[in-house]
């Protein structure tokens, strides 16, 4: 049974620790992975020009992003927020049926910076 193939940041790592000087058998035990699958790895042109991109949710184009920062900077919860935002959408909305987490997980890419809380007093 063959395993599933090595995403993009994996194979630069690969690329990276052979850039160091590290041979196959190293960089299989630091990644924990096996030799074979360095050994497949290890040229690299398939990766050379390939640069890791970060996902964007096709719906998180129609969301007032800095709308949602504001409320969040004004004491509304984010979930709060996410919550009144889907009760006011139609069914035809991108948005609509969009998990909590998924809107959080988006949240999170766009505004690293806002510090977590958990719970307000």
């Known amino acids: 049974m ?3 193939r090595k995403g993009a940041r994996m194979i630069l790592e690969i690329q990276r620790l052979k850039g160091l000087g590290l041979g196959k058998k190293a960089i299989a035990r630091a990644l924990r992975i096996s030799r074979n699958t360095v050994k497949q790895y290890w040229e690299g042109g398939e ?12 719906w998180s184009e129609v969301v007032d992003w800095e709308g ?3 409320s969040v900077e004004r004491g509304q919860a984010l979930a709060h927020h996410w ?3 889907q009760e006011a959408l139609p069914q035809a909305d991108p ?3 969009v998990p ?3 809107f959080w997980r988006e949240y999170r890419r766009r505004f690293p910076e806002v510090p977590l809380v958990l719970g307000k007093m």
């Open 47 to 58: 990766v050379e020009n390939r640069v890791p991109t970060v996902y964007q949710a096709p």
């Open 68 to 70: 949602v920062r504001k």
């Open 95 to 97: 948005r609509s049926g």
């Open 100 to 102: 909590y987490v998924s």
């Open 2 to 4: 063959a395993g599933k």
């Open 83 to 85: 919550e009144a935002v």
